[in-house]
């Protein structure tokens, strides 16, 4: 009776065995919901790979993975004088390695923390958080001043667009080279393993970490199933009320009742960043849908997704079957599609 992920253990573990094989100094990412594995049982994995750092997202996140993981924990958002950043539990303080973004945090955090492990993160054309080249070379002044500053690298967060940063990169480590830092340590993300093999012999006295989260974690599909239990069938004759709202059958079959609603994150989906025709098309159908009272759902029963016949409910949802379609009894499992990132599972379960 729950929205489940199922995941074929052997080929999951082969498939992480693979990725850590292929990607030397890998940090693995675990944030968010623990894209949908909980952060918990990624921690758990990132020491089983034998990987010396796991990256979490926020601070908050640490307490649910410090216990499972003994390495180092790099935080990804950067470190700001107020909130979770100030309240660490001191006996986490060796392991953590903060982001600085900005000049002023980095003279804030070392006056609270002389010996502050932490990465500069360099701005990169994503313009979310990061230096400047002339504010990387002040922060590198700034880590002058204080000797027992433990810079462990310069980060740069990159877009998703693999195979597409190399002249980009290489223009971001020659403010790097310029600012004269101490460290020998470059955090990375989104690059290919063409980009990096490149850049690696292009700056052999710089060891390259490539953070990785979704093709980690997520990268074999084939290995993950998600299905919802089938809690109740009714028949229908065309006009028969039914749901919360009342809303009636537009024609004969039968109302499912499933497992998973937007508790789980059913029919809350999330942007996409899709700007092509096609998907602009697929939008507008889905409007044109939703103004005749016909959603398509992520349920699919014989292979096809079905219509919701109302909103999702919060841990069920109710589908139409339309007369011809084979009807599946109470009990059985209909296949889910969801976006791992934006769902939480009842269950997950690994062969």
Sequence with gaps: MSLTLTVDGDRWRA??????????GLV?????????????RLARKAAWLGVDTLAVGTYDELPEVASRFDGSLLVLTPWRPFGAALEVDPALASRVIHTVSRVEDLDDLLGRQPDARFVLERLTSMLRHGLTARELWAAARAVGDHPRARVEG?????PLAHGA???EVQ????DVVAAELALDTIWVSHLSAAELATLRAAYPDFTFRPRIGTDL????RGALRVTATVLDVHAVERGDAFGYRHRTA????HILVVSGGTAHGIGLEAPTGDASLRSRAATLARGGLDAAGFVRSPFSIDGKQRLFAEPPHMQASMLFLPHSAHVPAVGDQVDVRVRYTAT???????D
Aim: aromatic letters at 8%.
């Design 217 to 220: 974690w997520l990268g074999d």
């Design 250 to 253: 537009p024609k004969a079959g």
């Design 154 to 158: 310069v980060a740069l967060h990159l």
């Design 15 to 24: 498939h992480l065995r693979a990725v850590a094989g292929a990607e030397p």
């Design 28 to 40: 693995p990412v675990a944030k968010g919901n623990g894209y949908g594995f909980t952060l918990g």
């Design 165 to 167: 940063h190399l002249s």
């Design 171 to 174: 223009r971001l480590m020659n």
């Design 344 to 350: 939480a599972f009842d269950r997950v379960v690994i």
